[in-house]
């Protein structure tokens, strides 16, 4: 006599014990809600987003609405001439491309340059002087910024280059060993079956990292690319040090023109902080999907 189990015994029974926790995981944690994370989660958002509600309500201000001291007043009556007023402040459309500027050839000197150093280093990574190279590159991340700072300065004005020409060149040398960081773990992602298929066909080395590797880069050129932009967009110390001409300046050290030694005129400088801004969270919300997606591909071996 043969006896029938239901489905769900039978399905157990077969089920390797690994499956069968998971299910059972799975099973319990449907519907419900992760307070921890959900509470951190919503901490983190206020920290974004009431900083950028007092900017928002800030830049609308009138002057005498400013001073009152309250951040989180609603403004009323609307001011937008607080734009208009740090669009000729600032001399924004010069300041504007003089930092577009900086900051696209920063991004461009630093895709190229940490791309090819990381593929070799990566595909030659038995070979002493590039693992030395590599961590040579990392351990200038911990070199702090003033030990250099004025070394800098005398260089950047022996070589007559005390302009934004030597801010984008300091810009991809201090990005260079992050970004390397990078491209060497995704690199170590790609199979070499693909290269050496290449090699028997006759491809050189160059034509290999050019029409092979180069574009299986593209997660990791953005997420590198964000991180270059912002660094180089947001920056104030290089370019105030560097750049001896005044009208070269870019747009953050112009800002700095808001704040005297007696009082700040706030409903301007923050009109002024979001027109800087702006930029910024374009790229990112145009390129944010590649982001993650770059920082995990070289996390696991394939």
């Known amino acids: 006599m043969t006896t029938t189990l239901p489905p769900s015994e039978r399905t157990t029974r077969h089920t390797p014990p690994l499956r069968q926790a998971t299910a059972r995981a799975r099973r ?12 951190l989660l919503v901490v983190a958002s206020l920290a974004v987003l009431i900083p950028l509600y007092v900017a928002v309500a800030m830049s609308l201000k009138t002057s005498s609405q400013a001073a ?7 403004p009323w009556p609307i001011d937008l001439g607080n734009f208009a007023d740090a669009w000729r402040i600032t001399r924004f459309p010069v300041s504007f491309s003089i930092s577009v500027a900086v900051a696209a050839a920063s991004v461009l000197g630093t895709l190229a340059l940490s791309s090819l150093a990381a593929y070799a280093i990566a595909r030659n990574w038995d070979r002493r002087i590039f693992r030395w190279s590599f961590f040579y590159l990392l351990g200038a991340m911990f070199l702090p910024f003033p030990v250099v700072a004025l070394p800098q300065i005398k260089l950047t004005a022996l070589l007559d280059i005390d302009s934004p020409v030597g801010v984008i060149l300091l810009h991809i040398v201090f990005q ?3 970004s ?6 995704y690199l170590r992602s790609i199979p070499m079956e693909l290269e050496e298929s290449a090699r028997m066909d006759g491809a050189t080395t160059w034509q290999i990292f050019r029409r092979i590797i180069l574009p299986l880069l593209g997660p990791m050129n953005a997420t590198v690319g964000i991180f270059a932009f912002l660094a180089s967009w947001n920056d104030f110390m290089l370019p105030s040090l560097i750049t001896s001409d005044p009208g070269l300046q870019t747009l953050p050290v112009l800002q700095n023109i808001f704040q005297s030694k007696f009082d700040t005129n706030y409903n301007v400088a923050f009109a002024s902080y979001l027109m800087a801004m702006a930029p910024t969270v374009l790229v990112y919300l145009f390129s944010q999907r590649w982001v993650i997606s770059g920082l995990t591909q070289g996390a696991v071996k394939q």
Not at 28 to 39: D, E, M, Q, S, V
Not at 68 to 74: N, R, V, Y
Not at 180 to 185: G, I, K, N, P, Q
């Open 28 to 39: 319990r944690g449907k519907g419900a809600t992760n307070r921890p994370a959900t509470l």
């Open 68 to 74: 009152d001291g309250d951040a989180f007043a609603l």
């Open 176 to 178: 260079l060993s992050f």
């Open 180 to 185: 390397v960081l990078l491209y060497t773990a």
